[in-house]
Structures are given as structure tokens and as C-alpha cells.
């Protein structure tokens, strides 16, 4: 299987789907002329043209809005978030439109819409150009959230968000656009709702998705040479729906888990996962689950402090000692 | 329903279609007659569901569109098959008009399961796609930017087809109605955007005046920041909007181009259902515009044309009263939605994952 990049592996999706199915096309800022602020539809504007490939002004209520309308009338839509940062000025229409116009219709329509973008930190962006959005799109009955972390899922769910005829939130690793995977040349589609084992262990589960899985699978390896502790790691990917199954049986196997996620603490995905763990596989646990969470501070700027801000091994490592009941040095 | 219903789609009666076809709009006798059909119709629904409100059968909002018929029944006669209209909350009479069958709709405002989205949206949301009725929206100014999309879609699939997009005075001050209309004078300018705007300036926002929301108070020259032509339209006189709706929507079907109007109106019914005290505005002021009430405007000239005498306009009336005691008995006797429904709809496709619980 040919190496590529995470957004290699992403435009090639979508220019799959678009060479597929006429009614796909995208809408967003800079998308087209400019080649996409992180060159993700960098070239498809020659490919396609304009009419597939719609430069948007900055308007992200007003083209999202649109987007849904174009959906509604039977296009296929995938509108890029330049970053989900902004996705808050189309909160409205996601949340309100998007999201449960098929329910307060009675069934009348369907909104086969994807909002993409990056998501998530690291990378000195500070305050507003920071958030981890999968708890809060997440919440909402109506929309899909995923948020894949390998070059082969990316292109993978890439494809299975353009097919679904729902609204899919599809929050990308933003830190990690220039990452290489193995990734098939053929269509891969990946399905929605299955989470993935990233790494098989014993011992205790790590549970986690996005970028923060790879911070998981080098905690394991640490764990694995310094403490002698079998970790496995879950990539949730998809976060609505839920693979409930999947770290309800890890954690039958192990006993014990860790879910970390970039996010603040409170009301986050982490808290969902420990509390499906309790409900779910309460008596098989042989101590409570940890959350590893980012710090409950608006996103900093200085390096030193944006570190310290998410989730970093030692912190991982140590929650996993702690359910191990091993000693935290 | 009979004639009052069979909207300009590809239903109406045959010698009016051809009238139409030809561009200027004939208002003959016939033809306003099944105006005045429509309008009673729509008068004589929102009364009932006023009632129907006031005995507790009706629950959460209700927004009625008294005063304001000329506007949409006006522009609703220009709709041709195909077409997609999209509206706030006051969104009754668009239903009504593009043939969805009255008892549902009254059932759905009843909450039932034979309402016309099966109970799940209320007044605030009906559909009736198959008739050209998307939607229905509850927060001002958020349906714009589809609407928008519509048209642009339209044009995508290769069709002359065009949006009806219905706002009111209220939404023009929110960033959604700015950022949309931005966007379909920028697609439209070469053809991208066949999308009729109609403003149903009613003059206030809830309670709050066009004076008050805004120091540009002349509602269409907001279109001009954007790009897109546009006039007013008496809205009180479905005459005149009814020239207004089949010239613009023609030139619109032909240049792909959209276009705004800003129709004045008013809303003699309180804002919502439940407003008993309307501090905003004066009696005198009410009284004033219901002496420019649509209906009476229009009984006065088929009386003056000698189309109708009193007998005939009292009949039609005594018809529709009777046609919504039966819509207003359907909704009521009709069963609640089955349980089931509540998880029904979340989802498309097959995966209705969250509807076991």
C-alpha cells in the first residue's frame, strides 16, 4: 500500500466522490484560487471549475446556510471550515438547521451535507484559533461526528461522510495535515460508529481519538518499556455514533481505563466514555476511570504554557499508573 | 377542497394558465374571485386557529398572518411546479396556498399525527415539499441563506426553476439576511441565483417598529449594498402584487438573476397568538390599516366591478367557514402521533441508531 499524507490521503477522497457523483461540490473560504489554506483543494478548481469549487466570501453563517439549502435540493455539499474555529459563526445553521430539519419536516428532507476542516491545537494558534468541537457538535441528535487520525481513515471516512445522507461534522488533525500512512489507492470506505483498536493490550485501555491517539499509542510503548504494562489503545473515530461496544469489551478484557481527550474537562467526551464504562461494565472494573483533559484555561499562546494547556505523556502515563495502582514517581 | 385549492401549479383552471402564460397578468373576474377564495380561506383558517389557541388545543406559538393575505396569495399565484418557497414562522398561508391540504396543516398546529409533518414541527415548521412548501423556520433571519441555496442548486441542475424566499421587516437586521444576500447578488450577477425576495414588511419586529430596528428605513434599498435590483408593492392590494409576482418571477426564470420586493403590509392580528396586550402600537393604528384590509379592498372592487354582489361574497364566506368547522373537527378528532415517532426522522438512511431507548 503507497504511503501518503493525511492530506494527500483527504483531497484524494474527495476528489474520488466528486469524480463519482456530479452532485458533489465544494463551498469555502480560499478553497479554490487560492488553493485551500492548508492545500487540501489545492488544484481542484482546474479539475472541477467554479461552480464545483465556489470561493465563498467570509461568511461562514451565510454559505453554510446556503450549503444546507443545496443539500436539500439534492446536491452534495462538503463545505470547508477554514478552521472549526470560525464554525461557531454557523452555529445557527448547523445546529439549528442542519441538524433537525429532517425531524421538524416529518421526514421531508435530507440534508447529505459535510462540514470539514481542522480541528483541535498545538500548534501556537492561542485563544480563539483553538477548540476541540467533538463533545459540543457531538451533543446534538441529528448530526454525525468524526474525527479520524490516520491517512487512511481520513480518506476512508472522507468517503462514507459524502455517501451518508446526513449532516457530517468531520473534524480533522489539523496538527497533523503533513503526517504519512499507508492509505489504498482504491475506494476505502470506513464505516461510521466502529471504533478502532489502534494497538492490542492487556492491562488497561487508553481510550481516545483524534490526535491524542498518538499520544496514546507512545504512553503505551513507554508503558510497555518502563512499567512493563500491556496498554491498549481505542481510536474512537467516530464520536456520533458511539462504539459503545468496543471499550465496553476492551475494558471487560483490562480492567482499568484512561480517556483522554484535548478538551476541557467538564461535560467533555471523556466524561461520555466513563460514564458508558460504568454503566456498561461497572462490575468488571477494578478502578475508577481516569479522564486526561486539557487545562481549564482559554487556549495560550507561549509555547511552554500551550504544553502544558493538553494532555502530554506524563500525564497520560501517570493516570494510567494511578487505575494500575502503580506508584506515580 | 376544490377550486380554492388547485394552486398555479400544473392545477388551476385552464383559460386562467393561459392568461398567465402570456406574460401580463389578466385580472379578470374569474380570476379574482379565486383570489378572494384563497384569501377568505386562509382569514377564515387563522380565526379558528386563533380559537383553537385560545381553548388550549393548540400549544407553544402560534403566529397568524391577518392583514397580511394579499402578499403571499398574491405572489404564490405566480408559483409554477417545480418552484421552492421558503419562509419564517407566519408560514400558514404558504402552505394553504400551494395546495397542502388544510386539515393537516390545522392538525399539525393541533399536534397530531395527521398534521402535515406528523405532529414533530408545530405552526413554526410546515413542509409540504411535494408542493413546492420548504419549510417553515422558527429562528428570524436563519431560513435566508437556504433559500439562497435553493436557487443556486436550481441553476446546478439545470432547470429554470426558481425560490420564492419570504422574510420579514424583523430579520433584515440580522447578519443572516446580510450575509445571504450577499451571496445570492454575487452568484446571481452572472445567473447563479434565481431567487424572488419578498419582504412581508409588516412594520414591526414583534413589537419593535422598522423605525425603531433600523436608520435606513427603507427595507429594499438594503439590496443595493448587495447587488440586487429591486421595488415596492403595495401589499395591502393583491392587484398589485399579483403584477409585481408574475413580472418578477418571470424575469427571474429568465435571467437567473434575483430580485427583491419589498411589499408593505400589516399585521392587524397581535404578533403572536398569546399578546394580549400590544403596548407598541395604538388602536387608532389598527384601526387605520384594517380600513386598508386586503379583503375588504378586494370585496369593494367585485362589488365596484360588478363581478359579486354582497349575497355572492357572503356565500363564499359562509363556504369556507364551513370548510374549516370540518378542518377544525378533523384536527381535533384526529389520534396524537404514535409513540414511535419520537425517534422517527432523526436520522436518514438506515441508521436510526439512537432510537432504541
Redesign the interface.
Known amino acids: 500500500m503507497p504511503e501518503k499524507t493525511y492530506r494527500e490521503a483527504l483531497r484524494e477522497a474527495m476528489v474520488q466522490e466528486m469524480e463519482n457523483d456530479d452532485n458533489v461540490l465544494l463551498l469555502g473560504e480560499d478553497i479554490g484560487v487560492y488553493g485551500g489554506t492548508h492545500l487540501i483543494t489545492d488544484g481542484l478548481l482546474d479539475m472541477f471549475g467554479p461552480r464545483r469549487v465556489v470561493d465563498t466570501p467570509i461568511s461562514e453563517g451565510g454559505f453554510t446556510g446556503a450549503a444546507i439549502g443545496m443539500a436539500m435540493m439534492g446536491l452534495k455539499p462538503i463545505v470547508e471550515m477554514m478552521t472549526w474555529n470560525f464554525s461557531f459563526l454557523a452555529a445557527d445553521q448547523i445546529i439549528q438547521t442542519a441538524a433537525k430539519v429532517r425531524y421538524f419536516s416529518g421526514g421531508q428532507v435530507e440534508v447529505p451535507l459535510v462540514i470539514r476542516g481542522p480541528n483541535g491545537g498545538g500548534v501556537q494558534l492561542s485563544a480563539q484559533h483553538t477548540h476541540s468541537l467533538e463533545n459540543f457538535y457531538g451533543h446534538f441528535p441529528g448530526l454525525k461526528v468524526v474525527s479520524p487520525v490516520t491517512p487512511h481513515d481520513v480518506k476512508g471516512m472522507m468517503i462514507t461522510a459524502v455517501r451518508d445522507p446526513n449532516p457530517v461534522i468531520f473534524l480533522e488533525a489539523g496538527a497533523l495535515y503533513g503526517t504519512k500512512g499507508e492509505v489504498p489507492e482504491e475506494e476505502n470506505p470506513v464505516p461510521f460508529g466502529e471504533a478502532r483498536i489502534a494497538r492490542e493490550g492487556d492491562d488497561v485501555t487508553l481510550i481516545s481519538y483524534g490526535r491524542q491517539v498518538n499520544l496514546c499509542m507512545r504512553v503505551a510503548d513507554k508503558l510497555e518499556e518502563d512499567d512493563d504494562v500491556s496498554a491498549e489503545v481505542i481510536d474512537l473515530r467516530s464520536i456520533r455514533p458511539l462504539d459503545e461496544e468496543t471499550i465496553v469489551e476492551s475494558v471487560k478484557k483490562t480492567h482499568r481505563a484512561v480517556a483522554v481527550q484535548e478538551q476541557w474537562r467538564y461535560f467533555g467526551v471523556a466524561s461520555e466514555v466513563a460514564a458508558i464504562i460504568q454503566e456498561e461494565a461497572f462490575d468488571y472494573l477494578d478502578a475508577p476511570v481516569e479522564r486526561v483533559s486539557g487545562a481549564e484555561a482559554p487556549a495560550p499562546y507561549a509555547r511552554n504554557l500551550e504544553l502544558a494547556a493538553f494532555p502530554s505523556e506524563d500525564m497520560v502515563a501517570d493516570a494510567a499508573r494511578r487505575v494500575l495502582y502503580e506508584k506515580v514517581v | 377542497m376544490s377550486a380554492e385549492n388547485e394552486h398555479t401549479g400544473d392545477g388551476g383552471v385552464e383559460t386562467q394558465e393561459e392568461s398567465r402564460d402570456g406574460g401580463a397578468v389578466a385580472t379578470d373576474g374569474e380570476h379574482l374571485v379565486e383570489l378572494y377564495r384563497k384569501m377568505v380561506l386562509v382569514r377564515t383558517f387563522e380565526e379558528a386557529a386563533q380559537r383553537g389557541f385560545r381553548q388550549g388545543k393548540i400549544g407553544g406559538y402560534l403566529h397568524v398572518y391577518i392583514g397580511q393575505e394579499a402578499v403571499a396569495t398574491g405572489f404564490l399565484d405566480a408559483y409554477r411546479e417545480g418552484d421552492?418557497v421558503?419562509t419564517a414562522y407566519r408560514d400558514h398561508p404558504h402552505a394553504l396556498l400551494l395546495g397542502g391540504d388544510p386539515k393537516s396543516v390545522m392538525a399539525e398546529l393541533y399536534g397530531k399525527g395527521t398534521?402535515?409533518?406528523?405532529?414533530?414541527?408545530g405552526s413554526m415548521?410546515l413542509?409540504?415539499?411535494e408542493n413546492g412548501m420548504?419549510?417553515?423556520?422558527?429562528?428570524v433571519g436563519?431560513?435566508?441563506?437556504?433559500?439562497?441555496?435553493?436557487a443556486?442548486?436550481?441553476k446546478?441542475?439545470e432547470t429554470d426553476r426558481i425560490t420564492q424566499l419570504y422574510l420579514g421587516d424583523g430579520a433584515m437586521n440580522n447578519?443572516?439576511f446580510h450575509?445571504?444576500a450577499?451571496?445570492s447578488g454575487?452568484w446571481g450577477k452572472d445567473g447563479?441565483n434565481p431567487c424572488l425576495w419578498i419582504v412581508e414588511n409588516n412594520q414591526y419586529g414583534m413589537g419593535t417598529s422598522v423605525a425603531r430596528s433600523t436608520a435606513m428605513t427603507d427595507l429594499g434599498a438594503k439590496f443595493d449594498a448587495y447587488g440586487i435590483e429591486h421595488e415596492k408593492v403595495d401589499g395591502m392590494d393583491v392587484e398589485a402584487v399579483l403584477e409585481v409576482a408574475h413580472r418578477t418571477t418571470e424575469r427571474i426564470r429568465e435571467t437567473g438573476q434575483p430580485y427583491a420586493v419589498e411589499a408593505l403590509t400589516y399585521r392587524t392580528a397581535p404578533h403572536g397568538a398569546g399578546d394580549f396586550f400590544e403596548k407598541y402600537r395604538t388602536k387608532d393604528e389598527v384601526k387605520k390599516w384594517r380600513q386598508r384590509d386586503p379583503l375588504g379592498q378586494l370585496e369593494h372592487k367585485l362589488i365596484e366591478r360588478e363581478i359579486l354582489d354582497e349575497d355572492a361574497l357572503e356565500e363564499i364566506r359562509t363556504e369556507m367557514k364551513e370548510t374549516i368547522d370540518e378542518v377544525t373537527n378533523f384536527a381535533d378528532e384526529s389520534e396524537q402521533p404514535p409513540m414511535e415517532e419520537l425517534y422517527?426522522?432523526?436520522?436518514?438512511?438506515e441508521?436510526e441508531?439512537?432510537g432504541e431507548e
Open positions: 421552492a421558503i398534521g402535515i409533518v406528523k405532529g414533530k414541527g415548521h413542509f409540504d415539499v420548504y419549510g417553515g423556520y422558527g429562528i436563519g431560513h435566508i441563506p437556504l433559500g439562497v441555496g435553493f443556486y442548486a436550481m446546478y441542475q447578519g443572516a450575509e445571504a450577499n451571496l454575487l447563479w422517527t426522522d432523526v436520522y436518514a438512511g441508521d441508531y439512537m
